[in-house]
């Protein structure tokens, strides 16, 4: 056993102690595997550090994690049985590598973007979706196969074009974001991929290089024919509301909303690239995230737009609780990682933010 300030809880570690409150509330029980609603939660009670088990997986853990991971499973396989799924699969490769030889010419040949084909093999991507979950949980299943820079670009592009939908752009400017997400990332193609695939951590030097992408990628589409905004979200897709991002710290008005989306997108498709055990990703793992990062970082309108939107599409879904109970989602709360639910069982009505301790598993 040995002591992790919060800063440092990563998901997965195992709590050797229940975690309590202030006022003795327990926030995670003993053996629980952290999940990022657990950490939120620690996070939110201002709790400085967590007891974690050093060794081996006590065994009530193991079957835990074996029954969440069935679950997750279940409902993936139904996502991904879909006729047109291995179909879908061939069109994402094929766009993904029309995309890498696209930017490739930008970069090297100083050929001009083909704006009308990339952004059609994208909206025909994007369109092919039924509903939030699919999108996502196809995404995550694609990322396995492909983790590329251009794959994430293409995952990006998807994404913002869904939140512009959200937010109620109008079909020019949902193609202007979504070419945004495409190119975002066109300055890594300038760096050495000996420290991009680097497995390790990054030496501050190699990471100050890397933040200079955004530089790269401006400066390779700087005199394109392109809407002025695409290009600044080429620049500005690191820079965060609060000016707490690179390579200039601007904030709040000085972004704008292109790259205000593609940031939260870009985010997004980052955080959720690399799971040790998840076959799928529980949504209310995504908002908590964004909850215990900050939102004052993204802009309000798209942050809380896309975090809403996404718990509101479970709303009537059944999910399984950290007690291993079947629930039913019946409404949204104030903290969006805490919606209302009701017990299979009992048929009692819960507010997840007056329980610490209860926390959504997984979608069933």
Known sequence: MHTVKVNDLTEGMIVAQNVLSRMGQIIVYKNSCLTKQMISQICYYQIPSVEIIDGEIPPQTALALEHKHE????????????????????????AVALMENSLNDIIFRRIEIDEPNLIEDTVNLFNRFDSTYELFAIIHELQKIDSSTQAHSMNVAIISRLIGTWAGMDKADLDNVTLAGLIHDIGKIKIPDIILLK?????????????????????????????KRIKDAVLLHH????????????????????????SIADVYDAMTSVRCYHDA??????????????????????????????????IGSEVLLSTEEIAKIVCLDSKLSRP??????????????????LYIQAII
């Open 239 to 262: 820079e965060r509301y609060d000016g707490s991002g690179y390579p200039f710290g601007y904030k709040g008005e000085k972004l704008c909303n292109y790259a205000c989306i593609v």
């Open 340 to 357: 209302v639910v009701k017990l299979e069982m009992t048929d009692e009505i819960i507010k997840l933010k007056e329980h610490p301790d």
């Open 199 to 227: 497995p390790g951590k990054l030496t501050t030097s190699e990471y100050d290089f890397v933040k200079k992408h955004t530089i790269f990628g401006f400066e390779a589409i700087k005199d394109q024919m392109i809407d």
């Open 281 to 314: 990703i529980c949504p209310f793992d995504v908002i908590a995230t964004f909850e215990q990062n900050g939102l004052c970082r993204f802009h309000p309108d798209f942050i809380y737009t896309f975090l809403h939107k996404i718990a509101d599409s479970y």
């Open 71 to 94: 679950v997750e499973k279940t409902y993936l396989q139904r996502v991904l049985s879909r006729p047109d799924f291995e179909k879908f699969k061939e069109r994402y490769i094929s």
